[in-house]
């Protein structure tokens, strides 16, 4: 489900991995280098960041992390409070969220799900299509079909946001992109059917296999797990006065 090697096509970002102690690995007629082992916390770094002040590089690797969160949680989250337990919502937020689904024919949870599904059939017509149509394709039919769902009273504005926001917090973290798809599928059908409960044991569930994955011998949450105190001053934090080819105790 995550990825158990890292893809570039930056050649200070493959160097970098290689002075930090990693292996590349290059195929004739592919523009990518592949590098192992591969982390969780590198899908939260990017080459930029020792470009920059430590106090912002830090600031946007932890915006990254909240938006992998969102994205995989927020649909999940929406339909468990909206439909078992309202009580836990503001009054104000509760009323909103009745009366935007008034006379709607469908479930929260299948309104959710269909208009995630919609922005997956868009996204990927918008990736094979040709770069110059593609964009203006992805992007005329999402404002054109979310106009239209509202208009005819298939979603509310509510659901749409909800589904919108989760959807673009993907594209923050590119590297878990696809595993972010399934499991936010995962995660709103756990929720559809047992509410936060389901989500709960989804995400100890999750937690439990990601703690056991293991990238060519190598603990797939370290520094977090096992725990490497040299490790944790670059993993969300960027200290300062700190290089790219920092040498790493993998």
Request: aromatic letters at 10%; a neutral charge.
């Amino acid at each position: 489900l995550f990825p158990l090697m890292g893809s570039t096509e930056k050649v200070d970002k493959a160097a970098s991995k290689l002075l930090a102690g990693r292996v590349a690995l290059l195929v004739d007629g592919s523009p990518f280098v592949l590098t192992a082992p591969y982390v969780f916390g590198e899908s939260l770094q990017s080459a930029e960041d020792y470009l920059r002040t430590p106090y912002y590089a830090t600031a946007i690797r932890c915006l990254r992390l909240l938006s992998l969160v969102v994205s995989v949680f927020l649909p999940a989250l929406f339909v468990a409070l909206g439909e078992f337990h309202p009580e836990l919502l503001p009054r104000a937020i509760r009323d909103t969220l009745g009366s935007s689904r008034e006379g709607l024919p469908f479930s929260l949870f299948w309104e959710c799900f269909f208009s995630l599904l919609v922005f997956e059939l868009v996204r990927e017509v918008g990736v094979r299509m040709p770069r110059t149509v593609g964009d203006a394709v992805g992007l005329v039919a999402s404002i054109i079909l979310g106009d239209a769902a509202v208009e005819a009273g298939l979603a509310s504005t509510l659901v749409i946001m909800a589904v919108a926001l989760s959807a673009v917090c993907a594209f923050i973290v590119p590297a878990m992109q696809y595993a972010t798809v399934l499991l936010r599928f995962s995660f709103l059908f756990l929720a559809g059917f047992f509410g936060l409960p389901g989500i709960f044991v989804g995400l100890c569930f999750l937690m439990a296999s990601v703690a056991r994955l293991e990238s060519f011998g190598v603990p797939y949450l370290s520094p977090l797990s096992p725990v490497n105190p040299k490790g944790l001053q670059d993993l969300l934090l960027t200290l300062p006065k700190k290089t790219l080819g920092r040498r790493e105790e993998l």
